[in-house]
């Protein structure tokens, strides 16, 4: 028996679940022995925990051991079976290059030694490497149906973090982070933005299921995982449903969807200081007023200039036109007709996923006109007026889609326009932007008549209500 003085031993398990790295230790403990018992010096221990041979990801201490072989730091391998080392041919065939390049002919299993230098113990390696390839491929075959199988039964999938929300279980409602769930459902709901959930879920101490702090992509996976409505999701799609009660109605689930996922939110702005932002119009050119501070006081102003375009000739102060405007908005909550818009006849659901799937087709439209452009089918002249029609439509669909879809903004306060009142400065400003976008859909502001005029003028302000 050859005696090494620099050997590698190789360790590597592929599910670790408890994350105590016991099959690598019983791999460790058994390689040690066999080093031992032919009087070998291991050089170097080589672990990779968790890690699977079969799905072609990197394996750090595998390519590190490899490289040593190929530098000729070690003489000779120690591993539990050979399956550790490679489940797929292409690995063992490259391993097999490597050692035979440096002159490594000992591979150790504890199932027997494998001598690459020999055209018998190659061909044993390649048929052990070849059946454990197969092997894992049934293997992940089974694991497949086996997860359909439970998800089709409605039954939870165990394994890996429980869900927020849940306990152990994945059915039992967590009896202190249930309650959160649906608070976030109808802050969400009611026109917070995930900035201001966010930084809510912070401030009251609440954690997520790794006691990591929220942030708003957590938050947005979590009121529209459909798991919270008591559905079942395998593979990213709903196939019916769960076992466990839900904790928020699937009513307010899919509104939550179609609010929080709409292509058209954006969730890169920064946090807005201006309440009427983007629903200002000029009066005089009908350019969308922004946000033009003079001496450290807010005001909305028609800009000029290439980015803006504006006619530079209309402005006003913002404190006093949010004041005037927002108790208009509070005003108009108490009258029966904004009652009758915004309760409407409970088809509300039913219209908006009507509209979405509208807006979906014309957008797709559109970009199949655009195809057509450019490769020729269409002129320019039938481009053009295909795509006006399209647009008309899409601009419509998507008016109506926004009054039906954020009616949840100020549902809960229709009649109750004193209460709201007295809460108004304590709420989040995203809420009160929501509300008042749900009831005003734009206004136009006319240029002052007496210039340099204190006070604000209500003639100038003419509201467009979403009627």
């Known amino acids: 028996m050859t005696k090494r003085t620099a050997v590698a031993v190789y360790a590597r398990i592929s599910q670790d679940r408890s994350g105590e790295e016991l099959g690598v230790r019983r791999q460790l403990a058994d390689c040690r022995a066999e080093a031992a018992r032919r009087g070998w010096t291991v050089a170097e ?30 003489d000779a391998v120690v591993v539990w079976h050979m399956d550790r080392l490679h489940r797929r041919p292409i690995e063992f065939e490259r391993f097999v290059e490597v050692c ?55 039954r939870p999938m165990m394994g890996g973090p429980r869900p927020f929300g849940f306990l152990d279980d994945r059915v039992t ?25 966010s930084t809510w879920l912070q401030d009251s101490g609440v954690r997520t299921v790794g006691g ?6 957590t938050v947005r996976q ?9 559905m079942r999701v395998h593979q990213g799609q709903v196939i019916g449903k769960a076992t466990w009660e839900p904790i928020i109605t699937p009513e307010d689930g899919e509104r939550l969807r179609r609010l929080l996922l709409d292509p058209a939110r954006r969730t890169n ?9 983007g629903m200002l119009r000029c009066g005089k050119c009908g350019s969308p007023l922004r946000s033009a501070p003079k001496d450290g006081k807010r005001r909305y102003g028609c800009a000029m200039g290439p980015d803006h375009r504006g006619c530079g000739g209309v402005f006003i102060y913002a404190e006093m036109l ?17 009652d009758e818009v915004l309760t409407g006849d409970g088809d509300n659901d039913e219209r908006a996923r009507a509209l979405g799937e509208a807006i979906k087709a014309d957008t797709d439209q559109l970009d199949d006109l655009a195809t057509m452009w450019a490769d020729g089918e269409v002129s320019k002249a039938e481009w053009l007026k295909a795509r006006g029609r399209i647009e008309s439509r899409l601009e419509a669909s998507r008016a109506e889609f926004y009054r039906v879809t954020h009616r949840d903004a100020v549902a809960p306060y229709l009649g109750r326009g ?42 100038r302000v003419e509201p467009e209500w979403r009627l």
Do not use: C
């Open 269 to 277: 702005r920064s946090a807005r200081r201006y309440l009427l932002t």
């Open 322 to 338: 949010e004041r005037f405007v927002t108790e208009a908005v509070l005003y108009r909550l108490d009258s029966p007709v904004m």
């Open 418 to 459: 004193d209460e709201l009142r007295a809460q108004w400065d304590g709420l989040a400003f995203s809420r009160q932007v929501a509300i008042v976008k749900a009831v005003l859909a734009q206004a136009t502001i006319l240029p002052a008549a007496v210039p340099g005029r204190h006070g604000l003028d209500p003639e």
């Open 212 to 217: 990591n702090e929220w942030r708003t992509t």
């Open 100 to 154: 035979t390049r440096a002159g490594v002919q000992d591979v150790v299993t504890l199932s027997g030694d494998v001598d690459l230098a020999k055209g018998d113990g190659l061909l044993v390696a390649r048929v052990v490497a070849a059946f454990a390839a197969s092997e894992s491929d049934a293997k992940r075959r089974r694991g497949r149906r086996k997860a359909l199988e439970i998800a089709e039964s409605g």
């Open 45 to 74: 221990e080589y672990i990779d925990d968790d890690s699977s041979a079969y799905s072609g990801k990197v394996r750090p201490s595998y390519d590190r051991m490899l490289a040593d072989l190929a530098e000729g730091r070690r």
């Open 173 to 197: 409602h967590h009896p202190a982070e249930a309650p959160v769930v649906r608070e976030l459902a109808a802050r969400a709901l009611a026109g917070e933005t995930l900035i201001s959930l």
């Open 222 to 230: 979590l009121l529209t995982n459909p798991r919270a409505w008591g």
